[in-house]
Each structure stands twice: as C-alpha cells, then as structure tokens.
C-alpha cells in the first residue's frame, strides 16, 4: 500500500495497532493468531487479503467478515504508526506479542494466549519460577482481607511471586501484603483497563508500586476503560501465569469463581479458604471445597504443597512482639472470638459495662490485638501466627 | 421648618443609627422620601399621611420631603413610619422640637394610626444612642431587654402625641410575660430504650458542645435521639439569651416575650436554599437556619441528601461561629454558633452494611445502591465536614430485649449533670469544651501515663491522627467533667477510651482495602 510508504513500523507497533482496531475482541485476535503470526495479519488486514471463510472463535462467531475486514483494514490505514509509537514509548509501556521477544512461556502455551500484551515494570518480572494468584471479592470482610494479606507477606517473604488483579478488596490486600515485607520477591497485577485508566481510582498508588516491584500487565491498550467483558478475560491471564490459584473470599458468583473455573481448565491447582457456611462473601470458596474443584487452603502449609515444596520447617518464624493481654483483657479477646462485634455485642458477650467494654478494647487496640473497622471490632492476627 | 428625628434601619442582625429630617416648605403639596429608602420604605408616605389624618393631626399642604441620613446606606423595612410621623408633626409646628429632643421612635403605622410591631427591635434600639426610645407596644419585652436608655411602648400614634405634649402620662408597661410557660414540651430521654452509647453520646454532646453525627439505617432511631438533645441542655445564661433574641428579633421570629431562656432547635429540611440556611437575600440580609439556631442545636436530618454545595458552605459557620454573607451592597457578619446534629443513612437507600456486618437480620432488607454510588455518598460527607465533628456514632436497632428493658436516664435527670459539667469549662474561661482554644489544651486536658500510653499505641497504628487525638482530648475533658473530675485533673483511660468510642469510624467512611 502507498500510505506506508518509506518504512515500516517494528512490529511490537503492528501488535499495539492491532489491539487499537475497532471491534477487535481479543477472542477474534487469538483465533486469527492460530493460523497467522503477527506480521501477516498486520500486512493481510491492512491490504485486505486475509480471507478465510472457515475461521471461527470458540463460541462460533466467524472471524474474517466483510465487516470486520473493511473496519480493520480502515483502522490500520487511519493509524500513524510513528505517533503510536511515540505514545507507547511516551507512557513507558512495553508492547509484548504472542511470538516476540521477552513474551512470557506459559502465556505462549495457553489456548488462549493474549496475542499482545501491555506492560509497565520489569520483563524479569515475568520469569518468576513460582508464582501463586490471590483472588477473591471486592466485598471482602476483615477476616478475607487479613488472610489475603498475610498469605501475600509470607509468599513474598518466601520468594514467590504473587499475582492478583489489583481489584477492590482481595486483591488489593493480598498486594498490600506482598509489598509491605519489602522482600525483593517481584510481584504481577494483572489489570482488565488500559494502563493509563486506573480502576478503581482509589488504588492508583498500588498500581505505581506493582509497576515499581514487578509487573503491571494489561491486554487492553492504552486508554480503554473499563468495559464488563475485559475482567473475565484478564482472569485467564492471571490463571494461565499462575502455578497455584488461591481463593481467599467469594460469593456464589464473580470473578473470582470464574478465575477458578479457567484455572481448573489449565490444570493449575486451585485452592480455597473455607469461611462461616452463613457468610454470603464465603459461599463461593465454600461451595468450590464442597463440590471439590478446589482443595482446602488453611494456611501457607497447604499452599506450599500445592507449589510441590517442602511442607516442612521453613517459613516465616515471626515472634509475636505485642504483650500478652491481662486477665480481663484476655477475657473480652475471647468473647470477640473471631467475629466482627459492636462494642454493645461485646458488652453483652461479657456482661461489662460500656466503660469497662470499651477500655479493655481500646487496650487492645492500642497494643495490637483488636483493630476497628466499619462493622466494629475484630480481633487482628500476627503474621506468622499459626 | 426642619425637623430632625432619631431612628434606625437593619442590616443583617445590626442596626444603624438614622436621622430622620423633614423639610416643610411652601409650595405645592408634594411628599417626596430621599436618602435610599427601599419600596417598603417608600411606601410610608401614604401609610404616614393616611395615620396622621386618622388620629385627627392634621396634615400640611405644603412640601414635605424627608430625607434619611446618611444618605449612602440603604434603608429598608417600614419601622421608619413612626419618625416620620413625628418628625412631620414638629416641622409642621404641632408639637414642640423641645419635646422630642433626646428621643428615638421606631415602629410601622397602621392606617387607622395603629403602631404595629416591626422587625429587628434589638439591634435597632442597640444602635441607638437616645435616652428615651419609643416602640410599639408589642416590642416592648424585647426592647427593654437590651437594657438601653428609657423605653417607653405606645399602641397608638395619639397615645404617642398626647404623651409627648404631656397631655397624659405615658402608657404602662404591660406584666413581664411569664418564662415558665413558655418552656416548650420536649421529649423525654427515658423514652429511649437500649441505645446505651448512643444515649451516653447525647449526654457528652450537650455537657461539651460537641457536634454529633449519628449514622444507622432507616428505624434505628437517629432522630428520636436527636429531638432529644435540646432538653438536655441547659438554660441560656443572661449573655447568650440576649444574642438568641437578637438573631430572633432581625429575622422577624421574636413573640415579643423577651429573651429566650432555652437555646434554639432548628430543623431545616434537605431541600432548604443555601440562602435560607446561611442568611442574605437582596433586601434586609436576613439571618438564615444557621444563625436562627446561634447559642442552640442546628439539627440536619438526612444530612447526605443535602447539596454538595449546602454541606461545605457549613465549614466555615463550624469553624469560626460567623458566616460572613457578601452581597454587591454590603457584607455582613451573622452570628452562627451552634451545635451541630446531623444524622445519616449509610447510604442513599439507607441499607448499607459493611461486609463485616455479620449476619442479616430475616426482616433486613438489602442495599440496592452500586458500590460506586455508595462511595460517592460517603464520599460527600466524609473529609472536611466529618472532620469538624467530634462525636460519629452508628445507630442501630435496638433489639428485642432492650426495647422491652428498664428506662434510661430521664432527661430532668441528665440536664442537671450536664448543667454541673457545663459550669466546669465556664470557670475554665470557655463557653464549652469544644469551644477550648487549641493551646489551653495543653493545660486543661494533659493525659494520665496511662493514657498517653494507650494513645501513643493507637497514634502509632495509624488509627488515630493528630487532629483526631486534639478532638478527644476535648471529648474526654467533657467526659471527665461529667464524671466530676478535678479542673485540671489529667485524663485518665477511662475518659480516654470513651471519648475514642464515641468517636468511632462509622459505617459511611468508605473502606479501604
């Protein structure tokens, strides 16, 4: 074609082009990355001389139509590459292609490989020989958050890398405890937005330390929002780049449960935390224990089996430093038990005043064994503690 | 002939001193008003003339004009009718200008010469500087409590001539209206059942000040507590009452019975315009919701429906007591300090629950608003506004056993508490405890050992921030002060721990992962 005239575009353009075209679904770019490489779809579509009447994506809508090739080849002929290329390089983002350079192995071996991929951070990032995904609900409790948390601290710590979408809740927690031990262990997120579009807003500064610690993944370029069909589809890339898929906290549907059937689908391990049978943000990983598409997951021992490592000895050995509680603080800890309790419920677990109720909590919390949240109070587990 | 007259016109809740002057002259019967009178004032020309000719005065064909000085501040409201009439009389020769020397007059005619009661009677008689003042009768009490010169009432403008020629003796005060009646009913605390923190809340509040928030879904009886908090207040001390009156008499609300003796409780609905809450309005600048509950309980209910806009205009009123209004012809400074309650859904349909909340109740419905809409809701009324407020606290409801338990405290009961720890930050040199200037804190509210542990624990978990700790301190002090604690006697963890309870994060601070 003349408009491309004097020279050509690299080809990590002609990926980042690809993703930009309209209407192209990633469905329909790893169907024609079946049977092209990356070279010839960008020259077929741009000339119009990709034709194949028998392409269908998995769920059998044909590939190749009239009107996605005329869109197509409108598309890579209104692109500037050269513009392209300067806004890629300008956001410090890293285009990956199915076939080029520096693209992950596990991805390449997926039936479903995310033909580009957009990337902040470091490539070796990618490398991890072990890495495990904490997913669950954004509509975490406490207790969720505390045990995505601490698994995401005692796997960094241990040298696993940890891969997680960045969502509300679950997510988000497990990083946060990954990146609080300050191991040099790399962490993944995996994000279904393009990576100039933070979502959710309120977590941009742990994108910044994703892309700072490790990897920050998308398959969306740059600019597209966050639209609903993109998170099903970033659960496949987290569950094919993971060895071990952990749900901490689910409801009956969601993300998460969808992470564990795509997990399940490439044989990766998929491990659940169980929860009280009555919480609705547990009836996911309950119902994945019962029915047996998951192992149960009740602390860093079972994750680690999973991984095929030692069970035994190593670990984080942590000594708890907050002081022991005294006897009437020891009292009002136990009656919290590990539920999240008003401090009237707590008055009428131990029959003390509200004064009295709520000095011995505050004690605690000062000393670090409750902490207080929308719901009230809970107790708060010390890392390590097992 | 010229006469001159004392009088005065509102701006905001201040009166300012005018000379009324009326020219009489030869020449073809004419009435002209100069010295910016606004229409209302305008219009006393006929009411003027028409009351003159009713109580059988007589009325000059002649040039009239009457001039309001100074001539550059605008002069609003009909309580120049009556130094106008006056003035009239004496450059008309009916009454000697002896006789009106060091007098003011204030007050709107009728036309059958009536004097009817006006707007703004205690910023006006303050800003006058005469011996003698004359209002209309109905005015009397509230004038009289500004305790300025000699206030005489008239109810009729013969009345007021046949006084002034001294052809009868000025009319006698009415009876003292009686103060006990006009305690309103209020709602009784004992009424409240279960609800121990939040009952404890509504006791801190009233003894210190404190702003209060109270979230919890629809049922949980945010606003019954809140009705309850003005009768757990005190009475208005001598001071106070006289600014209440003075807010009460500018916008036009005083019953003319003197100076209130218990604080106000205003209720503006969420719908009310940023002008009838703050004040202002292109005639008299007339106080708004906020300077009508000075010195008493501002209650905001569904404080979230409330425009953006409403919620952040409160900010300064919270902060500095004023509200400063600012129009193209003149600013004025409203008084506004008032304690603020406010209660709130968690969200907009009012189910919202922390996913921590446990287990629903089989009569609970759920939430029906996105996540999103619920972080916008929180969102609003978190920050600045939660900030300023001293005492958050969720709502609940009740369960069966203490709805069907013993009564609380009654209110009776609860106000003398509150009366005794109220003289405690008095003899302090503070109106309340949340009123305590930042640096006395230092030497009214130091910490046990005890306590300054505790909270160096919480301070360095992050629970708590150095602008919060400033707030609890001022909370315990009134906790302390309820307890009956020393003056200056240190914080103990008691107080400590309570006022961090009363002040827990409550269910609309959005979470953070």
């Known amino acids: 074609m003349s408009t491309f005239t004097t020279t050509e575009p690299p080809t990590w353009v002609k990926a980042a082009m690809l993703a930009h075209l309209p209407l192209m679904m990633p469905q329909l770019l790893w169907t024609l990355a079946g049977r092209w490489s990356v070279e010839e779809i960008w020259h077929g579509l741009g000339a119009g001389t990709l034709r194949a009447d028998d392409l269908y994506t998995e769920d059998g ?71 495990v995904a904490i997913v669950g609900t954004r509509k975490a409790t406490a207790y969720g958050r505390q045990v995505a948390r601490r698994f995401g601290a005692e796997l960094a710590s241990e040298g696993v890398c940890v891969i997680s979408g ?13 990146l609080e031990v300050n191991a040099t262990t790399p962490v993944i997120g995996v994000v ?145 038990a590990w539920d999240v309790l008003t401090t009237e419920a707590v008055m009428a677990r131990t029959g003390s005043t509200l004064a009295g109720a709520t000095m011995a909590l505050v004690r605690l919390e000062s000393s670090g064994w409750v902490g207080r949240g929308a719901a009230g109070w809970y107790r708060v587990a010390m890392m390590g503690e097992r | 002939m010229i006469a001159s007259v004392s009088a005065a016109t509102l701006l905001g809740v201040d009166g300012q001193a005018v000379v009324v002057e009326v020219h009489v002259s030869a020449g073809l019967p004419m009435f002209t008003v100069v010295g910016l009178p606004d229409a209302a004032c305008r219009e006393s020309r006929d009411r003027v003339r028409a009351a003159l000719l009713s109580s059988g005065l007589g009325w000059p064909l002649k040039r009239i004009t009457v001039n309001l000085a100074p001539a550059d501040i605008r002069k609003g409201g009909s309580s120049l009718d ?25 007050g709107e ?20 500087t005469a011996r003698e003042v004359v209002v209309p009768a109905p005015c009397e009490h509230d004038a009289r409590a500004v305790g300025k010169g000699v206030v005489h009432s008239v109810r009729t403008l013969r009345e007021l001539v046949e006084a002034l020629e001294g052809l009868s003796p000025w009319p006698a005060s009415s009876a003292p209206p009686d103060q006990r009646c006009s305690v ?12 121990e923190s939040a009952r404890f809340a509504l006791q801190v509040a009233a003894a210190g000040g404190h702003h209060l928030l109270l979230a919890g879904p629809p049922g949980a009886g945010k606003t019954m507590l809140a009705q309850r908090l003005p009768g757990l207040m005190p009475d208005l001390g001598r001071h106070h009452a006289l600014e209440v009156l003075r807010v009460l008499s500018a916008a036009g609300l005083s019953h003319g019975d003197g100076p209130p003796r218990r604080p106000p409780f205003r209720a503006p609905h969420h719908s009310s315009s940023m002008v009838a809450l703050i004040g202002g309005g292109s005639l008299a600048m007339r106080p708004g919701e906020l300077s009508l509950a000075h010195r008493g309980v501002l209650f905001l209910d569904e404080l979230g429906e409330f425009p953006p806009g409403v919620l952040d205009s409160l900010r300064q009123p919270l902060e500095e007591g004023v509200v400063r209004v600012a129009r193209a012809r003149g600013a004025v400074t409203l008084p506004a300090r008032f304690q603020l309650v406010a209660a709130t859904n968690p969200c907009p349909c009012g189910w919202a629950r922390s996913h921590d909340a446990g287990f629903r109740l089989p009569d609970e419905p759920s939430c029906s608003c996105t996540e999103a809409l619920r972080y916008r809701y ?18 609940r409801r009740p369960d ?17 508490s509150v009366a005794t720890a109220r003289l405690r930050a008095v003899e302090r040199g503070f109106d309340t405890n949340a009123a305590m200037a930042a640096g006395e804190l230092d030497r009214w509210a130091r910490l046990t050992p005890g306590a300054l542990s505790l909270v160096d624990g919480l301070l360095r978990r992050g629970s708590i921030t150095a602008r919060g700790l400033d707030r609890i301190r001022r909370v315990a002090r009134t906790i302390a002060d309820l307890a009956g604690d020393g003056l200056a006697e240190p914080l103990g963890d008691e107080p400590v721990c309570m006022a961090l309870e009363l002040r827990r994060s409550v269910a609309i601070e959005a979470e953070v992962s």
């Not at chain 1, 080029?100 to 479903?112: I, W």
């Not at chain 1, 679950?170 to 990083?175: C, F, K, S, V, Y």
């Open chain 2, 109 to 128: 005619l009728g036309l059958d010469g009536t004097v009817r009661r006006i707007p703004g009677v205690v910023p006006l008689v303050d800003a006058l």
């Open chain 2, 184 to 195: 309103r009913h209020v709602p009784d605390l004992a009424d409240v059942r279960g609800q």
């Open chain 1, 166 to 178: 960045l969502a509300l809740g679950i997510d988000g927690a497990a990083h946060t405890g990954a």
């Open chain 2, 378 to 395: 929180a969102r609003r009324l978190s920050g600045p506004l939660l900030d300023r407020i001293d005492l958050r606290l969720e709502v």
């Open chain 1, 61 to 131: 809508r044909a590939v190749l139509t009239a009107g996605h090739r005329a869109a197509w080849a409108a598309g890579i002929r209104a692109t500037d590459p050269g513009r392209l290329q300067q806004q890629y390089e300008e956001a410090s983002v890293r285009v990956l292609y199915l076939g080029g350079p520096g693209y992950p192995e596990k991805l390449a071996a997926d039936h479903q490989p995310p033909v580009v991929l957009f990337m902040r951070g470091a490539l070796a990032a990618l490398d991890a020989p072990r890495v």
């Open chain 2, 400 to 416: 069966v056993d203490s709805l069907l338990g013993p009564p609380g405290r009654s209110t009776a009961d609860v106000r003398d």
């Open chain 1, 192 to 336: 279904g937005t393009g990576l100039d579009v933070v979502y959710p807003a309120r977590h941009s500064h742990l994108w910044r330390a994703v892309a700072d610690h490790g990897a920050l993944l998308s398959e969306s370029p740059l600019g597209a929002c966050g639209q609903p069909y993109r998170f099903p589809l970033r659960n496949r890339i987290i569950a094919a780049l993971a060895d071990v898929v952990v749900v901490v906290e689910s409801g009956a549907v969601g993300g998460s449960m969808i992470t564990a059937t795509l997990a399940n689908d490439r044989e990766r391990p998929v491990l659940a935390v169980p929860g009280p049978i009555l919480a609705e943000s547990s009836a996911g990983t309950n119902s994945l224990l019962s029915l047996c598409t998951a192992q149960i997951c009740t602390g860093m021992l079972d994750i680690r089996a999973a991984l095929g490592l030692a069970t035994a000895g190593r670990g984080l050995t942590f000594i708890d430093p907050r002081p022991a509680p005294d006897a009437t603080d020891s009292h009002v800890l136990a009656a919290l």
């Open chain 2, 82 to 106: 009556l130094p106008i009439a006056v003035g009239v009389l004496v450059a008309n020769g009916e009454l000697p200008a002896s006789r009106v020397e060091g007098m003011a007059f204030l």
